[in-house]
């Protein structure tokens, strides 16, 4: 059917679909448009975040725009290994017509093929790949360091090769659903964790149903067993990093009260969730020597909100499960989804890390996000004045710092915010 250009049967395209009537298909994760040119482009994000729907619609709008057999598509689910996947991929190419303007070769969670990098260095050094553009997506952001290392020189000349797939935007959701949940907008986009598929669900529902939670945990349940490690310690890890909150805490205690052998386990289990794009990692900034201090105990936000909901020990299922929430556990949640944001934005950008942060601590105060030539970042779950930051102004005198919190008001050097005002502009 690709190679005739046939693109309305049913069952082409089975995620584009079962896609909701609401669609959410104005993704914005820093590739505007796939280039014509050819080369390699991987992305990674995690699962239930639109991946395979945005790679469907991809697929099909290049037979529209380019014509029959312009984008060809494989799915790594069911390749066996790296032999297969270089062999379909080469016999894939051979049916690219000759006249074709572009030729796409779109491949669906590569990742599930163990030593996929092999198979597509042996073809680009064959010369195999040098007219085609192959888009890769797959759930582990860690292969991105194997690819940098198995793959130099090998991407074409393409300005980008790796992106990010994060949570759907805030603006995107609140532009479709405010009409509908007016006040009730924000939490909803929270507790869904700006899963397309959530979102959807809470906007058409009014809650996020069981099988959302289900699918969540169980990718990630999978992706411990693929790494050789134990489920339940996985679940006491993320029992204590659920009840420390936005808490710094050092590995060592980390493990300590997760029964685990020592740090350097627990630093695998971090890792693997840091994999996952589920954790950032936010270490002490010392401001007098201008570093990162690694070796003190650090902040572990979640910055994939559907699964720290998943696991949360009050699962919020409606927006007005989350509008209850008061005190400590308000203050997490908006701290994480200041960190979710920092992280979407900082994946746009193609920052190296961007599920890097910073955190300031002293005896008497506390600044959430240190920022590199921006505003500096504060939480407070309830309401804040202008004038409990005067030793910010005193103690930082060439910083800003924006106020996250019910209260909006504005100054030189301290400007107060609201959250929904932070995720709808990213220039904040």
Not at 3 to 14: A, D, N, Q, S, V
Not at 34 to 45: D, H, K, Q, S, Y
Not at 270 to 296: C, F, I, Q, T, Y
Not at 297 to 302: G, I, L, M, N, R
């Amino acid at each position: 059917m690709y190679l005739k250009g046939i693109t309305h049967c049913e069952g082409l395209f089975p995620h584009l679909e079962v896609a909701p009537a609401s669609g959410f298909f104005n993704w914005d994760f820093g590739l505007a448009e796939l280039p014509r040119e050819a080369g390699i482009i991987v992305i990674r994000g995690p699962r239930q975040y639109g991946k395979s729907t945005w790679l469907e619609y991809q697929l099909r709008e290049t037979l529209r725009q380019f014509g029959p057999g312009t984008a060809l598509f494989l799915n790594g689910d069911y390749i066996a290994g790296p032999a297969e996947l270089e062999s379909d991929i080469e016999s894939l190419i051979s049916y690219f017509p000759q006249e074709a303007s572009v030729r796409r070769l779109f491949i669906d969670e590569i990742t599930a093929v163990a030593g996929w990098q092999k198979a597509i260095k042996r073809l680009a050094d064959r010369g195999v790949l040098r007219k085609v553009l192959i888009i890769t997506t797959g759930s582990k952001a860690s292969d991105i360091q194997r690819e940098a290392e198995l793959l130099p020189g090998r991407k074409g000349k393409l300005a980008r090769t790796i992106y990010l797939f994060a949570q759907l935007p805030y603006k995107i959701f609140y532009d479709k659903a405010f009409p509908t949940l007016k006040a009730q907008t924000l939490p909803a986009y929270l507790i869904a964790g700006g899963s397309p598929p959530a979102c959807a669900a809470v906007l058409e529902t009014g809650s996020v149903p069981e099988y959302v939670f289900q699918t969540t945990a169980e990718w990630i349940y999978g992706e411990c067993a693929l790494a050789g490690r134990s489920r339940p310690m996985l679940l006491r890890l993320l029992e204590q990093l659920m009840r420390r909150g936005s808490s710094p805490i050092a590995q060592t205690t980390l493990a300590e009260e997760s029964g685990m052998a020592n740090n350097t386990v627990a630093h695998g289990y971090l890792d693997l969730l840091n994999d996952l794009l589920v954790l950032g990692a936010s270490e002490p900034w010392d401001p007098a020597r201008k570093v990162r201090v690694s070796r003190k105990a650090s902040k572990y936000p979640f910055v994939n909100l559907l699964a720290a909901n998943t696991w949360s020990t009050n699962r919020h299922t409606t927006p007005s499960s989350l509008e209850r929430c008061t005190g400590e556990e308000r203050g997490v949640w908006w701290e994480w989804a200041v960190a979710s944001e920092l992280f979407r934005r900082a994946a746009k950008d193609g920052h190296p890390s961007p599920l890097q942060s910073l955190f300031w601590r002293s005896e008497k105060h506390e600044i959430d996000f240190v920022r590199q030539g921006r505003p500096w970042i504060e939480v407070k779950a309830g309401h804040a004045s202008p004038f409990e930051f005067d030793w910010f102004i005193k103690t930082f005198s060439r910083e800003k710092l924006l106020v996250i919190s019910s209260d909006r008001f504005d100054g030189s050097a301290v400007r107060g915010i609201t959250l929904e005002d932070f995720l709808l502009d990213d220039s904040l």
